[in-house]
């Protein structure tokens, strides 16, 4: 029970600052639709906090606005701490694909990067059509299971302990194969 309310909170906020951050810029949702290819109706639906965001939504609604997935979720998630304890680090979970993420290190205004952790089911394909800002810097660290990651056409098969370090200027995809799911560490700078 008490994750159900976590979540609706977290996508009541999520809607808000969605909400806000399209009044910010003074969009239209027919001017955020056509900058996203997310349809009006899903647009207004994800802002009145009727249907939960999807990671492919989430990253197509942070291109247009700028933002990594991170940077709009420290939005929604409140100030910097020092020490982020485990059970104080916000999870959110993508109802379409099961991936869920974990902000071990969110964003701050002072600190340049941030750490996440990322966990998909066996047979997961989340794909992301741009990134949120040209250039950003990962290194992906894989803990456990397998994942192959397509950055701008290039397939990298991870194992355990591999690190992928890359900068991000187009699509990125990752996958994970029917008998595996995958955890990760993400840094990103």
Known sequence: MEDSLTKDAADRRIAERLRALRAERGWSLDQL??????SRATLSRLENGEVSP???VLGK???????TLSRLMHLVEGDFESVVL???QPVWVDPDTGFRRRSVSPPSQTLAGEV???????AARLAYEA?????LEHHLMLIEGTVTVTIEG?????????CLRY???GPSLFETPADTGARYVLFMV
């Open 33 to 38: 639709a056509h900058r996203t290819g997310v």
């Open 54 to 56: 999807t990671a492919s």
């Open 61 to 67: 609604l942070c291109a247009a606005h700028g933002l």
């Open 86 to 88: 485990r059970e104080a």
């Open 116 to 122: 996440l952790e990322g966990k998909l089911p066996a």
């Open 131 to 135: 990134p949120p800002r040209p250039g």
């Open 154 to 162: 290039r397939v990298h098969a991870l194992r355990p302990g591999d």
């Open 167 to 169: 900068q991000l200027y």
